[in-house]
Nanobody, 128 residues
């Protein structure tokens, strides 16, 4: 069993930056593909970024490319989401997720149904 805990959310002005962290307890994250999702009020949960077990294999939703960076530190069992040039449209609850079963080192997963463990979420609010 893996427990995930997000931190680093908060209130920031448009154009600002935040770094979200997702710390795991119970097991090392090294064998888990990871993802960051977000859910804005009244909307469904959407993928933000994903990283394979191989930290060099990553995915970003088009609107996040060039602004967000996902990374992982397996030694610390932590995954990060660096968010720059934040916009009011980025306001949402951000969740990290881990997938238990894997197929290859370089595969990442984009669908929330493909993940087995979730954190409680952290609120990000971007003011204009």
């Amino acid at each position: 069993q893996v427990q995930l805990a997000e931190s680093g959310g908060g209130l920031v002005q448009a154009g600002g930056s935040l770094r979200l962290s997702c710390a795991a307890s119970g097991r090392s994250l090294s064998n888990y593909p990871m993802g960051w999702f977000r859910q804005a009020p009244g909307k469904g949960r959407e993928i933000v970024a994903a990283v394979a077990r191989n930290a060099g294999s990553t995915y970003y939703t088009d609107s996040m490319k060039g602004r967000f960076t996902i990374s992982r530190d397996n030694g610390k069992s932590t995954v990060y989401l660096q968010m720059n040039s934040l916009e009011p449209g980025d306001t949402a609850v951000y969740y990290c997720a881990a997938r238990r079963t894997v197929s290859s080192l370089s595969r990442y997963y984009l669908n929330e149904n493909e993940y087995d463990y979730w954190g409680q979420g952290t609120q990000v609010t971007v003011s204009s």
